[in-house]
């Protein structure tokens, strides 16, 4: 039963751009799987799913296995765009080239950093919101390893 679970869920996501856990739940529900939230939650862990911002705009949950190459060009345009980053507390703050902070924060966003509660861009910094001032720190020491020399 998990496997076909796990297996109808890949093909939802390539048919339909699910944005949130109840979503999946529902179209798994409509196609005869009585899931919990919290089955879900599990089973998109287990099968790597992340969220990426779609073409018109909106978060969907992609493969990271299966869309490799669209992770990649994330993972090259965050990179390439941040210029520094720091900490106060529990906040961390990254500075972009101009105008590229959404990019990058979307980038940010689809690497699932463990202990993030948000984020959010202007046009060259992004607030990121962490747990704990312990984990901020450890996410600006793993950003810093990315700044382009």
């Known amino acids: 039963m998990k496997k076909a679970r796990m297996e109808k869920m890949l093909e ?5 751009d699910i944005d949130t856990q109840e979503e999946m739940q529902q179209r798994l529900k409509e196609c005869g799987f009585d ?3 919290a089955t879900v939650s599990r089973d998109i862990r287990e099968l790597k799913l ?3 911002i ?5 978060h969907k949950y992609i493969s990271s296995l299966g869309d490799r190459d669209k992770q990649d060009r994330l993972d090259a345009i965050f990179k390439s765009s941040i210029v520094s980053a720091d900490y106060a507390l529990n906040t961390v703050v990254i500075k972009c080239d101009s105008g590229m902070a959404q990019a990058a924060c979307a980038a940010f966003d689809a690497m699932n950093y463990d202990n993030v509660l948000g984020s959010i861009a202007g046009d060259d910094t992004i607030f990121v919101l962490m747990k704990t001032e312990a984990s901020a720190a450890k996410l600006t020491k793993i950003l810093l390893k990315h700044i382009k020399k």
């Open 12 to 16: 939802l996501i390539d048919k339909y």
């Open 54 to 58: 779609s073409e018109n705009g909106t």
């Open 35 to 37: 899931v919990t939230q």
């Open 50 to 52: 992340t969220k990426i």
